[in-house]
């Protein structure tokens, strides 16, 4: 009885250690603990390095200032309206070049070759073109996730199989039904994985350009509290931002099992 | 009987990028299938089998030559009056069995509920409704053929093109779905043209054998098999199934090497 009941705490023990999740957690866990510790004692000074527990405290704070909260809803509508701007123009041309050898070698270099340029240098241009408020934001952020949709679309669609072409062409399927049956379905895993590297992609990009030159949104608060050298309130801003990339990150992911849930039981 | 399908002096050939000299995949061809006729077209590997059923259903285009399927000439691909199988099943895995089943009706702007009904008529004809609602990736690859060829039934059509559809199944499977489409193919009066390696599937099936020339794909010889169909096994056993079969075998005429590799 005795020895059946350290039995089960070894095995639960081990169990623990064998899972990845409690690593994870433990590190982050002792990391959080150092922070604090060598925040408190004064190690370095807690005005550039707040301890974490600061940092909460300051969310909460960031929360009751409107001004906070504005942002995050200009940062919100700037991603969002970039991103299906991107979303729908990488889509658009994305399936055609994937599905067209000739469209493909005729323009997909030139938008290899702007996928790997740093689109930080063409930012002061969007800010000349469409000013210092929301637009710019909306087409920086566009612009930047625009090249990674196409990218991984194009690539998507080239998973298709000669098969299913010659499927679509003997059953006589119209260029609609084609689209929505045969080519994005089996484009799903790459138009997925554009949609993610292209969602993050804006924000990247809406962040940058709101940190560069801007009056409103996440950018302009981080600018704002670090000019007050409030790096907790910084701080705090930065882990909202990181939590709802990991929140958006799972939603994303269970979307993209659901979708694919075919290929989930082909692996059963 | 009338005719459903007329071949005439079809030649295809392929040319091919820096070679003065065209392939000639065929040559000549005049073919022809009655109305509920089922006929098997047997010859060696790359005499041009594919290349007669694919030109036939529309998916490449004549050198030379005519298609004409009820009288009017088939110019590209029409689903109605030529439907493939394929040897690989080219199911949509996205798709459960009915929604691949009315796949080509989907195609031709048929509304739901009645494609639907049809599918699912075909699939009970192959004994099949009990799965319906599962995907390709949960049936087994006879099951999968089975619902490819009620794909290809649902579309009505007036000639049924088979290329090697049951080629990657296990030979006791294949001799079970070849009784189910001699009854299916009998019951529903439908005329089809059945390319395979199998000599006694092509025996099996047939109320005419087409033996192919090597490249350049000819007519050698045609067999008529005249036995009542739908056939059960039992015509297997029967003197004629192997008085026809090892006529085939001579006429094939392969290197005594290859001789095994002929009829499996
Ligand atoms: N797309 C093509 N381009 C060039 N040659 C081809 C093509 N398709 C088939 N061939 C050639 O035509 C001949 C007939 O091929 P195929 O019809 O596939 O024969 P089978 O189905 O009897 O094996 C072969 O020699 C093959 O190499
Ligand atoms: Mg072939």
Known sequence: ?268 | MSQAVIVDKLSVHYTIEQQPEPIVALDEIDLSVKKGELVTIIGPSGCGKSTLLHTIGGLISPTSGSIHIDGTPLLGPDPKRATFVFQEYTLLPWKNLVENVALGLKFAGIDRASRTARAMEQLKLMRLEQYAHMHPDQVSGGMQQRVAVARALAMEPQLILMDEPFGALDEQTRMMIGAEISRIFTLENRSALFVTHSLDEAVFLADRVILLTTRPGRIKEEIIVDEPRPRTRKFLETRRFVDIRSHLFASLDVPAGDREGADT
């Open chain 1, 1 to 268: 009885m005795h020895g059946g009941a350290t039995a089960v705490t070894a095995g639960w023990l081990v169990a623990a250690w064998n899972s990845a999740a409690v690593h994870r957690t433990t590190i982050l866990l002792c990391t959080l603990a150092l922070w604090e510790a060598i925040s408190r004692l004064g190690v370095v000074d807690p005005i550039f390095l707040p301890p974490p527990s600061t940092i909460v405290l300051a969310v909460t704070e960031i929360f009751d200032d409107p001004r906070a909260v504005a942002a995050f809803r200009v940062t919100g509508l700037e991603l969002g309206l970039s991103f299906v701007i991107a979303a729908v123009l990488g889509l658009a041309i994305g399936i055609p070049l994937g599905l067209n050898r000739f469209l493909r070698d005729a323009f997909l270099p030139p938008i290899l070759f702007l996928l790997s340029t740093p689109k930080a240098i063409f930012l002061p241009i969007f800010l000349i073109l469409f000013g210092i408020g929301v637009d710019s934001k909306i087409a920086y952020g566009a612009f930047s996730a625009f090249f990674y949709i196409v990218d991984n679309v194009v690539g998507g669609v080239g998973l298709l199989e000669a098969k299913r072409r010659r499927l679509a062409r003997a059953f006589g399927a119209p260029l609609r039904h084609y689209l929505v049956d045969i080519v994005i379905p089996s484009a799903l895993p790459g138009i997925f994985a554009g949609m993610w590297h292209g969602l993050r992609q804006a924000l990247a990009a809406v962040l940058v350009a709101e940190l560069f030159a801007s009056d409103s949104g996440v950018g302009y608060m981080v600018r704002i509290y670090t000019n007050q050298f409030r790096t907790d309130k910084t701080l705090a801003l930065v882990a909202v931002v990181s939590l709802l990339v990991i929140v958006a990150g799972s939603l994303f992911n269970r979307l993209e099992v659901r979708m694919n849930r075919w290929r989930a039981v082909a692996h059963t």
